[in-house]
């Protein structure tokens, strides 16, 4: 109502002064840098707005500090964070104005980011710059503690440590959030860590799968290459193990030690491309002088590098030294991948494809170092595609030395056999006439034995059987006796030049004997016999020895069931892998069979492993021998 009656030129004014009123309140209230950390509760990135920076080449002392030229982050630092190499080498100032508009006492924990080996935080007073000695956690972050209703400026004083992956992300967290503020940036690289342990741990396999071939063979590229794998394990596995830590020996290694072992580690891999490829002077004259070349450029490197930095704090000159050797190396790498091409040698092809696969991700890696982005993921931290690149060497490497070794047994095979056929001729020419001449004598024993002593034993036979005839009115036991050991011996005599003739060495010698004599056998007596044989026999080499102790054992049972005065025999003979032959038997003295038999063929058969059973009772009697050829 106030409004309608005042003119319009009034009501325009109010509104005018009341739009003002109101800009200039939201205005001052934005443009507040103050942070009030009663507000925070568990984690608070600070905004740009919020706080200022200052770089210096120098330290400066420290009641200089507040009169440094304070500028927003981007105009000093990249917006991303990523500290390069014009701010690595100097001093970070942060100032920042900090509250605590609550009734109690208010602590706050400040964090930079990483890596910095030098932390310390002061407050502006009356008195002068007063350093903030609240108790220190984990090295990367500082507490500060601010009295109900207080308010002042601090500022952060920070030395980078002389590294790429250095990360500016100024951060305030709450003393209840602080574990999970650690576990949650540690936890950024847990996927990465954990790859990276995992081809650790085959590096490690590496090693000694590479010494041991070294102490079995004694050939100096396997011990280059354990070498080589186990200084890249090790800068792999301190990266991953010392990841975000705060120690001096962390600082230390990113800054020198890693670099060194990279170094350490390319000298050894030359030394075994130059082994295991046979690389010299003569066979492959340039490529020999890449590889001197490098070696040499390496150890340069190497001596410049530790004067640089032990020296003096020129981290450009680091850092040049590092790149400029990395491009140098990948430029020798791709000649050498040009010249392995060309060569007609496989084993090098594979050595050539290892390196392509280095060099590819290796130049992705240092491409992603050299960029000003934030190594916030896998798939953005060079470490990965530099992990990626020693997998593809390390399994062109196992296909190379697989190879080589089929290579190398493959030229040993031939070299042996080349020196030793001659011998080998020689010794099988000696083995044959010796076999002869064992074959030769074991036909002539025979002989012998058929014509002279079978000769003699048929004569002593005869003339017994007339001596028995011509003395029937008075009967003399001896002369039974003689006939009958006269055959006995015949039988037997028989028996061993049938074994001993190497043409009867086969299984249907074998069988035709057995049958021959069976029927011979119980041609005479009162025993009924039936023989059941098969109707062809595979053409199955016999030794003598297994002939005579398989017929002797056949022979023996023959005899007992003869003297026990069994009634009939069933014989059955089976030959395919080998011989079984099964008598069964019914009437005569069953029970006395087993205690006069089984010893005799299990004996026999066991000496030619064979098998020999007697088997009586539950209405089936019978005897089995088996022998497999």
């Not at 500290?83 to 208010?106: E, Q, V």
């Not at 250095?166 to 574990?179: I, S």
């Not at 690389?279 to 530790?306: D, E, W």
Request: proline share 3%.
């Amino acid at each position: 109502m106030l409004l309608i009656k005042l003119p319009n030129i009034c009501r325009l004014l109010l509104i005018l002064i009341t739009v003002i009123f109101l800009f200039t309140r939201a205005k001052g209230q934005q443009a507040d840098p103050t942070i009030n950390i009663a507000t925070i509760q568990n984690s608070y990135a600070l905004p740009p707005e919020k706080y200022q920076v200052a770089v210096t080449h120098t330290l400066t002392a420290v009641a200089d500090i507040p009169s440094l030229d304070y500028e927003p982050i981007g105009a000093v630092i990249p917006a991303t964070g990523k500290l390069g190499k014009n701010i690595n080498s100097k001093y970070i100032y942060i100032k920042i104005r900090l509250a605590n508009r609550s009734d109690t006492a208010k602590s706050i924990f400040l964090y930079p980011g990483h890596y910095f080996k030098s932390f310390q935080v002061f407050r502006r007073s009356a008195e002068g710059m007063v350093p903030v000695t609240n108790p220190v956690f984990n090295d990367a972050y500082r507490s500060i503690t601010i009295a109900p209703g207080g308010e002042n400026v601090y500022y952060a004083l920070l030395q980078p440590v002389k590294i790429q992956v250095n990360t500016f992300k100024p951060q305030l967290v709450h003393p209840n959030f602080l574990k999970l503020h650690i576990e949650e940036i540690h936890n950024n690289n847990d996927l990465l860590n954990i790859i990276t342990f995992i081809l650790v741990g085959i590096m490690y396999m590496m090693v000694v799968f590479s010494f041991s071939n070294y102490l079995f063979n004694r050939k100096k590229e396997y011990l280059y290459y354990s070498l080589y794998a186990f200084t890249t394990a090790t800068v792999l596995f301190l990266k991953a193990q010392l990841n975000l830590s705060n120690s001096s020996f962390n600082y230390f290694f990113e800054e020198y030690l890693d670099f060194m072992l990279f170094l350490g580690g390319l000298l050894f891999y030359i030394a075994f491309l130059r082994k295991f490829l046979s690389i010299n002077s003569r066979h492959y004259p340039l490529l020999h002088k890449v590889v001197t070349y490098s070696k040499a450029f390496i150890i340069i490197s190497g001596i410049v590098y530790s004067l640089l930095y032990f020296l003096t704090d020129n981290l450009n000159g680091l850092e040049l030294i590092e790149v400029i050797m990395k491009y140098i190396l990948v430029a020798g790498g791709m000649f050498f991948i040009a010249i392995g091409l060309r060569q007609r040698n496989r084993l090098m092809n594979y050595i050539v494809y290892g390196n392509a696969c280095v060099i590819v991700f290796g130049f992705v890696s240092l491409t992603i170092t050299m960029a000003p982005v934030l190594q916030d993921t896998v798939l953005s931290h060079p470490l990965f595609y530099y992990e990626m690149g020693i997998v593809g060497e390390f399994s062109f490497f196992l296909v190379g030395l697989t190879y080589k070794s089929r290579m190398e047994l493959i030229h040993r095979v031939k070299r042996e056999e080349a020196i030793t056929k001659k011998e080998e001729k020689l010794e099988l020419e000696k083995q044959l006439a010796i076999m002869k001449t064992h074959q030769d004598e074991r036909n002539r024993i025979s002989a012998d034995m058929h014509d002279e002593l079978g000769g003699g034993m048929t004569a002593i036979r005869l003339l017994s059987e007339l001596a028995k005839q011509r003395t029937t009115a008075n009967e003399l036991p001896e002369i039974e006796k003689i006939s009958d050991s006269a055959n006995d011996l015949l039988y037997k005599m028989n028996a061993i030049i049938w074994s001993m003739k190497v043409a009867n060495d086969t299984l249907e010698s074998l069988v035709s004997y057995i049958k021959s004599f069976t029927h011979e056998y119980f041609e005479n007596s009162n025993i009924s016999y039936e023989i059941e044989t098969p109707e062809s026999v595979p053409e199955t080499e016999v030794s003598g020895i297994k002939r005579r102790n398989i017929f002797l054992s056949y022979k023996e049972v023959l005899k007992g069931l003869r003297n026990l005065e069994v009634e009939k025999v069933m014989i059955v003979i089976r030959a395919d892998d080998g011989i079984t032959i099964k008598l069964s038997y019914a009437g005569g003295q069953v029970s006395k069979m087993e205690e006069r038999i089984k010893p005799v063929i299990r004996k026999r058969m066991e000496a030619i492993e064979g098998t020999g059973k007697v088997i009586s009772g539950n209405g089936e009697n019978y005897v089995f021998l088996q022998i497999h050829l």
